[in-house]
């Protein structure tokens, strides 16, 4: 057995750690973590995911658990909801021996912690029992402290939050067995020798077994001891096993809509977009602590809570920036503006890139970062302060091979306040497309666009390279760098 990284500075974990609780669910959560508190031995938890599959419904050669999703394997982020779960102790991937060194790759590359690898069989079911026998007190060489409970996950539903972790857990210390459920999309039909219709089911009596699943350790480890060959190498379903060989009758627990499988690759760009509408959803202004550049930041703050009033927009101090900003990661902002105002320099947009790089944020997410610069056109020449800002252009190229996403934004505008507003809102549209968050910014003001490029925009996937927008009362033009 291989064992992952301990991990040492790792990504700050996404969200804070009850994420996704509600009222009773956040209470029993609380309880399960207080019961070691109150004298009483806490509950010990482990996870399985099998992950030996190749994927051949999905049409690609690239086993579907290491598809790039915004260039991250699709399991990291599988491993990222489970290993941001604290009452988790260890979580066990199963993997083939030719994939092992590519997952072992993945571990240390996005700094998950509490992994094992073990080894996969050929079947679903085999490799789970692989990694059941990683836990177990009874087999040699075992390194892993045996749980009370287990949950079996799927390393291709990447979604899964606490409060279904939770729920099936306790379910399968009260029942023995637990497992998520779905109400059927279509209706299930059974066909005769002859290819015509039998019968069909009753929608509205049956219901999809989805994942995760939970168990009594010693319940799953006894029915998968027991399992016959024939259920090791065609079985697909955990909990009929628990039933057949432990008689033990497993709590059905309602699952939320985010628990789908990725099976197809139309599959992975529906993923996609949920992890871009998810690291979207806030905002972050910087500023300088100077009277007129908080002017400015104001004046962009509020107007972007008008246009967007589905996204969280906050604003902080850059002198600030070491503190401000350590919060501002754990509430999973993505997406930071650097306002400088009447000035040319990149010492404040610099300091930023670098508490983003410390953090590890980028890590697992792709951050975008627009440093914006504010120039009255009539007090500053042009051409004299655009040849100073390009020099944006090489920084940005070294900052994306960290994931971090630099687009330079220069508002060129008059001291009519209106005329800024409208020059902003022109340039901010075009500057940010990169998660794909604020294309609901609205062209209200009337200003005309002249663009130079085909696609000015700054976009994660369709157009990775860093633009310099010039934006002026008159209108936008942009520059694209090769």
Not at 136 to 148: H, I, T
Not at 215 to 237: K, P, R
Not at 336 to 354: G, I, P, Y
Request: with cysteine; charged share 25%; net charge neutral.
């Amino acid at each position: 057995m291989e064992l992952g990284p301990p991990g040492g500075a790792g990504p700050a974990e996404p969200g804070p750690r009850l994420r996704g609780l509600r009222g009773d669910d956040r209470a029993a959560s609380a309880a399960w973590l207080s019961e070691a508190s109150a004298g009483r031995r806490a509950p010990s938890v482990a996870a399985v995911l099998p992950a030996g599959g190749s994927g051949e419904r999905m049409g690609v050669p690239t086993p579907k658990q290491f598809c790039p999703v915004l260039e991250r394997p699709l399991i990291s982020y599988t491993l990222q909801a489970l290993e941001r779960v604290c009452w988790i102790k260890d979580i066990v991937v199963a993997v083939t021996g030719e994939n092992m060194e590519v997952m072992k790759g993945i571990v240390q590359r996005y700094q998950h912690k509490r992994i094992s690898l073990v080894e996969a069989g050929v079947t679903r079911h085999r490799s789970i029992f692989n990694g059941l026998k990683a836990l177990a007190e009874d087999q040699p060489n075992s390194k892993l402290c045996k749980p009370e409970v287990v949950i079996i996950h799927d390393a291709v539903r990447p979604f899964v939050e606490e409060d279904v972790l939770l729920k099936v857990a306790i379910a399968a210390k009260e029942h023995g067995a637990a497992g998520a459920i779905r109400p059927l999309v279509s209706t299930v039909i059974s066909p005769s020798a002859d290819g015509c219709l039998d019968h069909s089911l009753d929608r509205a009596s049956h219901r999809a077994s989805e994942m995760p699943q939970a168990f009594l350790f010693d319940v799953i480890y006894e029915a998968y001891q027991q399992c016959s060959d024939y259920d090791l190498e065609f079985g697909t379903e955990c909990l009929q096993l628990a039933l057949k060989y432990c008689h033990t009758k497993a709590k059905l627990v309602e699952g939320s809509p985010d628990l789908w499988k990725v099976t197809y690759k139309r599959d992975l760009y529906a993923a996609e977009s949920i992890i871009k509408e998810r690291i979207s959803q806030q905002i972050c202004i910087l500023m300088d602590a100077k009277e007129d550049e908080e002017h400015v930041g104001r004046c962009l703050e509020e107007m972007l809570k008008k246009e967007l009033n589905h996204v969280k927009v906050t604003s902080g101090a850059l002198c600030h920036a070491g503190r401000d900003l350590q919060q501002i990661i754990l509430e999973q902002c993505y997406n930071f503006v650097c306002v400088n105002v009447m000035t040319s320099d990149f010492e404040e947009t610099r300091k930023l890139l670098n508490a983003l790089e410390e953090s590890n944020l980028s890590i697992l997410y792709p951050v975008v970062v627009i440093s914006v610069h504010f120039l009255d056109y009539k007090l500053v020449p042009f051409g004299q302060k655009m040849e100073h800002l390009m020099q944006i252009k090489e920084f940005a190229k070294e900052v994306k091979k960290r994931n971090i996403l630099l687009c330079g934004l220069l508002v060129y505008y008059p001291q009519d306040y209106f005329m800024m507003q409208s020059s902003l809102l022109c340039c901010l549209r075009m500057a940010y497309t990169g998660h794909g968050g604020w294309q609901s910014l609205s062209l209200t003001t009337g200003c005309r666009a002249e663009r130079k490029q085909r696609n000015p925009g700054l976009s994660v996937l369709g157009n990775p390279e860093p633009v310099f927008i010039i934006s002026s009362y008159r209108g936008v033009k942009s520059e694209k760098w090769s």
